[in-house]
């Protein structure tokens, strides 16, 4: 069975089977084409790498670059922020006594 074709992003971070000389198994991809650009995320040196031995060499995606990163949810606003909208009930004033509307016949 052939191996699932890894899709590789921009700003995707990595860690890797085997690691950098400095010690280093976490990469960030900058450049994607039949060679993969990625740089260390411990020393900063940028590799070229064969985009067929880089995908066997990842262990895992430490994040994705073609999703956001999830933000933490933002706090309710305060009370005082709270819409405007009504106005309290005015009470009402005196009920008005209801006049009587007569009818009169014209003259
Ligand atoms: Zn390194």
Known sequence: MPAPYVKLYVG??????KAH???????????LGAD????????GRFVLMDRIKLERRIRAFLRRGN???PEPEPPPPPEAAKPRGRRPAQPSPEPRPRRR???RARA
């Not at 995707?12 to 089977?17: A, F, G, L, N, Q």
């Open 12 to 17: 995707d971070v990595i860690r890797t089977r």
């Open 21 to 31: 000389p400095c010690g280093g198994d976490v990469w960030v991809i900058e450049r």
């Open 36 to 43: 993969v650009g990625i740089r260390c995320r411990t020393c």
């Open 67 to 69: 999703e956001p990163v």
């Open 101 to 103: 509307i007569v009818k």
